[in-house]
């Protein structure tokens, strides 16, 4: 019987494919696995390269290969991949991604195994980049054992969990219709996760997350207000599953994307729309002094009057 199923989840990855899949078959175990990869209807030979490997280790590697593409940034790729998995755990990797230590899904399967209170866990990470940046830990010697939600909500975005470092408990059997509509499967996943109980961590380095064009963190565009209203929608529904506990500190978390979303490419001539954002900004946000006179100045007060006020403040030295 299956106690893991292996979920890539890929989209135009042929350069990368690969070596994910390969970094699956290398786990060593003491029980069976399988390898669900999810393809969103690449169209660079992904999906071929993949068939490949299915008939190579028929059973093993089972090729998910949808008619099209589901969108969301290969977030129903995910759910459509995970209803197949049959194992009590599952582990997720993007197709850009590749694990490294082949006791991977061993290490953290024995500490769920140990902990029936972990609803998942998580490993350290080591971060590459394809321009050549040094690459570096994602994660230092400061971490805790286990996490909690208290743990993932914050003003700023927090993120401490590379996706191919994961491995969940196989509980929900369906994901609520709001995390379908997020652009960002990870942020929603960990919450619904961590209301089921502690996130475990080991310190070991177990994959890579490798930082690349054809990764989703390149198409989080933070002038475009597509995606920034899609995360303002995505922390709303994240307030609302957790009963508003943390209602002042997510909408202060939801206060930057306005306060973003005031530089957008969409909003470069539109004064009006401008300021409105700028006032849902300075209520939800309650920002000090400071910030709230340069919001009112830069994005409230009129073209015409800042000119007329500059011009009054510079009389004296004219």
Not at 6 to 23: E, G, M, P
Not at 154 to 180: C, H, Q, V
Not at 230 to 257: P, W
Not at 265 to 288: D, H, I, T
Request: net charge positive.
């Amino acid at each position: 019987m299956v106690k893991v199923s292996v979920l890539i989840i890929t989209y135009n990855q042929r350069n990368f494919i690969r070596k994910a899949i390969d970094s699956a078959l290398a786990q060593q175990t003491t029980f069976p696995i399988e390898i669900l990869v999810g393809d969103d209807f690449s169209s660079d030979g992904t999906r071929e390269i993949i068939q490949e490997y299915e008939r190579q280790h028929p059973g093993l590697v089972i090729g998910v290969l949808h008619p099209h593409n589901m969108g969301k940034n290969g977030g129903i790729n995910f759910l459509e991949t995970l209803k197949l998995a049959k194992g009590e755990y599952y582990a997720l990797m993007d197709g850009d991604d590749y694990w490294t230590d082949p006791l991977k899904i061993q290490k953290q399967s024995d500490l769920l195994d140990a902990h029936p209170d972990y609803s998942m866990a998580f490993t350290n990470t080591l971060i590459t980049y394809e321009d050549g940046a040094p690459s570096h830990l994602l994660n230092g010697p400061d971490m805790k054992p286990f996490y909690t939600v208290d743990d993932l909500i914050g003003e700023d975005e927090i993120w401490f969990m590379a996706t191919s470092s994961t491995l969940y408990r196989n509980s929900i059997k369906e994901y609520p219709a709001w995390f379908s509509d997020s652009s960002s499967g990870d942020i929603p996943r960990l919450i619904l996760k961590a209301k089921m109980g502690k996130i475990g961590y080991l310190p070991d380095v177990t994959t890579v997350y490798r930082k690349n064009r054809a990764g989703a963190s390149y198409h989080d565009n933070e002038r475009d207000e597509k995606f920034l209203r899609n995360r303002i929608r995505m922390y709303s529904d994240i307030n609302r599953e957790l009963g508003h506990k943390y209602d002042r500190v997510l909408r202060r978390n939801i206060a930057r994307y306005y306060r973003m979303m005031l530089d957008a490419k969409q909003y470069e001539q539109s004064y009006f729309r401008r300021v409105g954002l700028a006032m849902k900004y300075l209520y939800l946000g309650q920002p000090g002094w400071g910030k709230s006179k340069d919001v009112i100045r830069d994005y409230v007060v009129p073209a015409p009057l800042r000119k007329i006020y500059s011009t009054i403040r510079l009389l004296p030295y004219r």
